[in-house]
């Protein structure tokens, strides 16, 4: 399966074109900024709109230079698009179509309800590449392309020897620790949870089934959920403990496992390409 299919995404959701990558080329032994931001997507990208509408100096640094499809947070609720419209974010951006619908599955049972207001799905590649856009256009000061590798006495130590000094520090680095603030071993707990998930792309009737909708799926130790994405592609996603996984074996085998036990979510897994790529992430926080 590709890695970011686009067969049957929404016509309506326009293309939005990438944050370009500026040449980093630091003259000075040590940088100094008011406010540093280490982290690129949502939540680094917030604090970057927020301080550049407030006129504050400050630099956002991520270590990737193309925005990837992170595999958590494809389903936005609508105390999030609250937010996201606060920080001058159109959904219609994101995904045009709105979810209006839960279905839960627990084993033989089901039920269905209305969200209290809309939410969206959308991949993670296009939320983090609207509100980085964004947050550029707001005039924050981007950088991509900087691993930081340590922060000491309150500097950022970067991948290439530079060091930045910043009295103002936002971690927005997510499950990714940085040497000197990371978390301790106790936070993961002894059953830690993963992070597992595989794009489908549905047969149509099996797609306007789904529409507007997202599915939850319980089983023990774990859920999962299913939503259609403004790529055309549905996102099959959950949070399962560790344990539980190492009884099933591997990710495909925890799938399979799944779908004979909820023949709904049976179908879906039957519909996973033959070379579809699995994520998976572990120690979710």
């Not at 590649?125 to 609207?130: E, H, M, N, S």
């Not at 489908?200 to 994405?229: E, H, N, S």
Request: glycine share 10%; aromatic share 2%.
């Amino acid at each position: 399966m590709a890695r970011d299919p686009r067969r049957g995404g929404d016509p309506r959701c326009a293309r939005v074109p990438g944050v370009p990558v500026p040449a980093v080329r630091r003259t000075a032994a040590v940088t100094a900024t008011r406010a540093l931001i280490v982290g690129g997507g949502p939540a680094g990208a917030a604090v970057a709109i927020e301080l550049a509408r407030a006129g504050l100096p400050h630099l956002l640094i991520e270590r990737s230079r193309e925005t990837g499809d992170a595999l958590c947070g494809g389903f936005l609720s609508w105390r999030t698009l609250d937010t996201l419209a606060r920080l001058g974010i159109d959904p219609d951006q994101l995904n045009p179509a709105r979810t209006t619908t839960v279905r839960i599955f627990a084993g033989s049972r089901v039920a269905h309800a209305a969200l209290p207001r809309p939410a969206l799905s959308v991949s993670r590649r296009r939320l983090d590449t609207v509100l980085l856009a964004a947050a550029v256009a707001q005039g924050a000061a981007v950088e991509r392309g900087v691993t930081v590798r340590a922060i000491e006495d309150g500097q950022v130590r970067t991948a290439d020897g530079a060091v930045i000094a910043a009295p103002a520090l936002f971690l927005a680095n997510g499950k990714s620790d940085v040497r000197g603030t990371a978390r301790p071993a106790s936070a993961r707990g002894a059953d830690p949870t993963l992070g597992i998930r595989v794009r489908i792309v549905p047969p149509p009737a099996m797609a306007r089934a789904l529409a507007g909708q997202i599915d939850l799926y319980l089983f023990d130790r774990g859920y999962a959920g299913l939503a259609m994405q403004e790529d055309g592609s549905a996102n099959l996603c959950m949070a399962v403990h560790r344990s539980r996984l190492q009884e099933a074996g591997t990710p495909a085998d925890l799938l399979a496992e799944l779908g004979r036990a909820m023949p709904v979510l049976g179908e879906w897994v039957a519909a996973i390409a033959p070379d579809a790529t699995i994520d998976a992430i572990a120690n979710v926080p």
